[in-house]
């Protein structure tokens, strides 16, 4: 793959208007990210939970904030690898000022990576996954192509990202937001068919989306790989490296840092876990500006300024050690899992932490159990309402969700996927709600 052709403005549903001619300082890359930052599905994101639950007394981090985060953390890894390459290993090519471009790219595809998420943290993908392989949605299986079962039982968020940003829903212009080729390339993690999910579940397009990534990955000529018949599999988009570390870098020390403020775990645990990412010499300078606060979290504040400084800088070591390999699809697993000790050791040592101690805290669970039933009820009722649209009760459902969805799709795979695009993209707090009215639980104000 080359950098001249996988850095590419040309806007999907756009493609036949010149965008070069609006005048101003914004690139295009600079105005996909001004586009995400003013969506709805942006904005839902501060009501949908990371993980542990919200709101709370105290502040902890939503999808959102954590977005912003791993925007910023992503565009100064891009901006670091982008300046290496642009002064010594393209210097005399004719288009190395595209190079510039690299870190708005990145920072408009992290601020997009978790748009395709639903309510309740992590485990709303599996539960909504469950629900067709072992739940009460197993009946329909014989009513689907394998590869459109394959979609539903392995109901993957970051495919999802890409369904949201690309899909033209009613009412909607073609394109969906009209982003760049290069941004949409930059946010699949899993660039290759359901159907090759494996254990996992990990793949980054529905069969509704495959021929817009098709588009898209010709366009910017990615690596086509090896796959079994009727199947796809591309190399990455490199600059996906670069969103994959940041969100990485954020959730687990964000994590850490939340823990802490919540007592799940210890601030000596925390400052312990921390700390080992430094060698010795810069411990005790770490040490020493530390002693000048006695505040606990403000020491852990800074101290997790220096780990993710310390991570940036290392992931784009190795980013920059490793271009030729990543440029032709054969770098192997992601960029934290090549960095150097102490900082890869003590990466794993936090990673640990957070599953042995976090991830089954009972607060975190809870809200997993809790999201789980309600999640689950809501595909009950909305898939029996399109499997069963003559009803007079799935008739009342339907007039209630959002006309940008079709649920009134000619076909039951269409009318399925409408369903999951209404639920992935509630919010905490409406999805709650929707519960209580559907189980009589509440009611409009009279």
């Given at each position: 793959?080359?950098?001249?052709?996988?850095?590419?403005?040309?806007?999907l549903?756009?493609?036949?208007?010149?965008?070069?001619g609006?005048?101003?300082q914004?690139t295009?890359f600079?105005r996909?990210?001004?586009?995400?930052?003013?969506?709805?599905?942006?904005?839902r994101l501060?009501n949908?939970?990371?993980?542990f639950?919200?709101?709370?007394s105290?502040f902890?981090?939503?999808?959102l904030?954590?977005?912003?985060?791993v925007?910023?953390?992503g565009?100064?890894m891009?901006?670091?690898i982008?300046t290496?390459?642009?002064?010594?290993?393209?210097a005399?090519?004719?288009?190395?000022?595209?190079?510039y471009?690299?870190?708005?790219?990145?920072?408009?595809?992290?601020?997009a990576?978790?748009?395709g998420n639903?309510?309740?943290g992590h485990?709303?993908?599996k539960?909504i996954?469950t629900f067709?392989?072992?739940?009460?949605g197993a009946?329909?299986?014989?009513?689907?192509?394998e590869r459109?079962?394959?979609?539903?039982t392995?109901?993957?968020?970051?495919?999802n990202a890409?369904r949201?940003l690309?899909?033209?829903?009613?009412?909607r212009?073609?394109g969906?937001?009209?982003?760049?080729?290069?941004?949409?390339a930059?946010?699949?993690k899993?660039?290759?068919?359901s159907?090759?999910?494996g254990?996992?579940?990990?793949?980054?397009?529905?069969?509704?989306?495959q021929?817009t990534?098709?588009r898209?990955?010709?366009e910017l000529?990615?690596?086509?790989?090896?796959?079994p018949?009727g199947?796809l599999?591309?190399?990455?988009?490199?600059?996906?490296?670069?969103?994959?570390?940041a969100?990485?870098?954020?959730y687990e020390v964000?994590?850490?840092e939340?823990?802490?403020?919540l007592k799940v775990?210890?601030?000596?645990?925390?400052?312990?876990?921390l700390?080992g990412f430094f060698?010795?010499?810069r411990?005790?300078?770490?040490q020493k500006t530390?002693?000048?606060?006695d505040d606990?979290?403000?020491k852990?504040?800074y101290?997790?300024?220096?780990?993710?400084?310390?991570?940036?800088?290392?992931?784009a070591?190795?980013?920059?050690d490793?271009?030729r390999a990543?440029?032709d699809g054969?770098?192997?697993?992601c960029l934290?899992d090549?960095?150097?000790?102490?900082?890869?050791?003590?990466?794993?040592?936090?990673t640990?932490?957070s599953?042995?101690?976090i991830y089954?805290a009972k607060?975190?669970?809870d809200?997993?159990?809790?999201?789980n039933?309600?999640i689950?009820f809501?595909l009950s009722?909305?898939?029996?309402a399109v499997?069963n649209?003559?009803?007079n009760?799935?008739?009342?459902?339907?007039n209630?969700?959002?006309r940008?969805?079709?649920v009134?799709?000619?076909?039951?795979?269409?009318?399925i996927?409408a369903?999951?695009d209404?639920?992935s993209?509630?919010t905490?707090?409406?999805?709650?709600d929707?519960y209580r009215?559907?189980n009589?639980?509440?009611l409009?104000?009279?």
């Amino acid at each position: 793959m080359e950098w001249h052709k996988l850095i590419n403005d040309k806007r999907l549903g756009l493609e036949h208007v010149d965008s070069h001619g609006k005048g101003g300082q914004r690139t295009d890359f600079r105005r996909d990210y001004d586009r995400l930052v003013f969506s709805s599905p942006f904005r839902r994101l501060q009501n949908k939970t990371q993980v542990f639950p919200l709101p709370g007394s105290i502040f902890v981090h939503n999808r959102l904030t954590h977005s912003l985060e791993v925007s910023s953390v992503g565009k100064s890894m891009a901006d670091s690898i982008a300046t290496e390459l642009r002064t010594t290993r393209y210097a005399g090519c004719d288009w190395v000022n595209q190079l510039y471009h690299l870190g708005d790219i990145v920072s408009a595809a992290c601020l997009a990576h978790d748009l395709g998420n639903p309510p309740f943290g992590h485990s709303g993908e599996k539960t909504i996954s469950t629900f067709f392989s072992e739940g009460e949605g197993a009946y329909l299986r014989d009513r689907f192509s394998e590869r459109q079962w394959s979609d539903f039982t392995n109901f993957e968020g970051n495919a999802n990202a890409l369904r949201t940003l690309t899909h033209r829903f009613n009412g909607r212009r073609p394109g969906g937001f009209a982003m760049t080729y290069s941004t949409l390339a930059s946010i699949v993690k899993y660039p290759y068919s359901s159907d090759l999910a494996g254990e996992k579940g990990k793949f980054g397009f529905f069969l509704t989306e495959q021929d817009t990534f098709l588009r898209i990955a010709r366009e910017l000529e990615l690596r086509q790989l090896d796959a079994p018949e009727g199947s796809l599999r591309f190399a990455r988009h490199p600059l996906v490296y670069i969103v994959e570390a940041a969100d990485d870098i954020c959730y687990e020390v964000m994590d850490l840092e939340d823990a802490a403020k919540l007592k799940v775990l210890t601030s000596d645990e925390v400052i312990a876990t921390l700390i080992g990412f430094f060698p010795e010499e810069r411990v005790a300078q770490i040490q020493k500006t530390m002693a000048r606060v006695d505040d606990p979290h403000e020491k852990i504040s800074y101290l997790r300024s220096c780990v993710i400084g310390c991570l940036v800088e290392s992931c784009a070591r190795v980013f920059i050690d490793n271009e030729r390999a990543i440029l032709d699809g054969e770098f192997n697993g992601c960029l934290l899992d090549h960095i150097p000790d102490p900082e890869r050791s003590a990466f794993q040592r936090l990673t640990a932490l957070s599953w042995n101690k976090i991830y089954c805290a009972k607060d975190v669970v809870d809200i997993e159990l809790a999201g789980n039933s309600i999640i689950s009820f809501l595909l009950s009722k909305l898939v029996h309402a399109v499997v069963n649209p003559h009803l007079n009760y799935s008739r009342l459902l339907l007039n209630q969700v959002p006309r940008q969805y079709d649920v009134n799709a000619p076909d039951l795979y269409g009318r399925i996927q409408a369903v999951l695009d209404h639920v992935s993209a509630m919010t905490d707090v409406y999805a709650l709600d929707l519960y209580r009215k559907l189980n009589g639980m509440s009611l409009p104000a009279v």
